[in-house]
Every structure is written in C-alpha cells, then in structure tokens.
C-alpha cells in the first residue's frame, strides 16, 4: 500500500469520528508517512466554519515522525466553478480537494455538471477534484480527465466511493482511471476516511490501477516527496519542515 492518503475527514466535520491525534496513531501503526485532513468547505451543513481553516496554521509539520498537510474538501458551488475555499484560507491551506456534494450543488444533467467541473479546474485553486465517479452527478469523463491533464489537477480514485459511500461508482471509477492514462494526467487515491481505522486503505483503488495498467509514476500517493513536488509545482510553495521526505 501508498504511504500517503489524501483524504480523510476528522469530527470537525460532525458525521465524521475521528480526531487528529486518532489519524496520527493510526498512521504510525500502518505505515502512512503523510496525510492530509480534508474536512468540508463551510457551506456544507456539518461543516466547520472558516475560521478552523484559518486557524489550520497552529498545527505541527510533523507530529511524532508523521507528516500532516492541512487541506479542505471544498464544495464545487455553480457553472462557474466557484468553491467555498477563499481568503486568508488559501493562504494556510496546502491541499486543497474539490467535488461536488448535493446540499451544495444539486445535481443537474450531464453537460452543466462536466461545465462546472471544467470551470473549477480552470480556476487554478484546486488540485484534486474529488470522487468524479459519483454515478449522481454525471460527467463528460474523457473531456474531464483531457482538462485535468491540462491544467494540471489530479482526479481522485476514492476507496470509499467502492464500499460505504456513493454506491454504483465502481463502474465510473474504472472509466476515469482509463481516461487520465489516455490523457497522460495524473491520479490521486483518498481513503475518504471518516474513522481513522481506514487510514490508508486504497484496497480497491489499487484494483483498478492494477488492473489497467495505470502507470505508477502518474499517482501522486507513491511517495511523499512525489506529492511533495507536485503541490510546488502548483503553488510555487515549499514546505520547509518536509524537505526531507
């Protein structure tokens, strides 16, 4: 298994059960050496107000030997691709994880959900688009990972999608993987934990990849320092403190 997860949600968004310090235990016990929390944009219902983003700054680099990113889960909110990251938020957080959810953007049809998502990437802020397998909201997938490639964001295989969450993604799943190796994008795995027990597990997600023959070096969770210098690549930002993963 990857010894990143990049995405996982703490109480601070309330239906989910775990904490930081959680997360951490079970890294060191599995082997994960970096994670990033990525709770909800505030515009979801249980989601925590900016201010906890804001305030994401206190944390430790790393907290004993694992390294933690502070990232959002952010709500893609309309046509044109605004989400509910903004402000003195941007400037604390280093990941930033971006998808639709249905209290926030009900779903439509085909060609406006595959506009919106275009348009968020084009945005520049986001550098992963999460869950874009959700069978609810469905998307142009060979336009969607000709876009990602191009504006350098990652799409997301989620574990979750494939056991407790978003039924029926399976099918989806398999056809964006296929998708981003035609484009030449790249991929990001999420746990999309909401308990720390499943930190890191990227069982079927592995599946897939496997099965196609996605090549490795095009997911970003291999190593650290391969996620490390993607988010450079981005944002023109070094993390001092993790120069040495």
């Not at 944390?59 to 390294?67: E, L, Q, T």
């Not at 903004?86 to 406006?112: C, N, Q, S, T």
């Not at 090549?215 to 490390?228: A, H, K, M």
Request: net charge negative; hydrophobic share 40%.
């Amino acid at each position: 298994m990857y010894p990143v997860d990049l995405h996982m949600h703490t109480v601070a968004s309330t239906h989910a059960y775990s904490t930081l310090h959680d997360y951490v235990a079970q890294a060191k016990k599995t082997g994960i050496q970096l994670f990033a929390i990525t709770d909800h944009g505030p515009d979801m219902a249980d989601a925590p107000h900016y201010w906890h983003f804001v305030n994401m700054k206190i944390w430790p680099r790393v907290i004993d030997g694992v390294a933690v990113l502070r990232g959002i889960e952010a709500n893609i909110k309309n046509q044109q691709g605004d989400i509910d990251c903004f402000g003195p938020m941007l400037e604390v957080l280093d990941l930033i994880v971006a998808g639709f959810h249905e209290p926030v953007y009900a779903p439509r049809d085909k060609h406006h959900h595959t506009e919106a998502m275009i348009a968020t990437m084009e945005q520049g802020l986001v550098h992963i688009i999460s869950h874009p397998g959700n069978p609810k909201f469905e998307i142009d997938i060979p336009a969607i990972a000709e876009a990602a490639a191009h504006f350098n964001v990652a799409l997301e295989l989620n574990n979750s999608s494939f056991t407790t969450s978003r039924p029926g993604s399976a099918p989806n799943c398999r056809l964006v993987a296929e998708a981003v190796a035609k484009a030449g994008g790249r991929l990001a795995f999420g746990s999309d934990s909401h308990t720390c027990f499943t930190l890191g597990d990227f069982e079927h997600c592995l599946n897939i990849t496997q099965e196609i023959g996605f090549p490795e070096e095009r997911i970003l969770n291999v190593t650290p320092r391969r996620l490390l210098d993607f988010l450079a690549m981005r944002t023109g930002k070094v993390i001092p403190e993790l120069a040495g993963l």
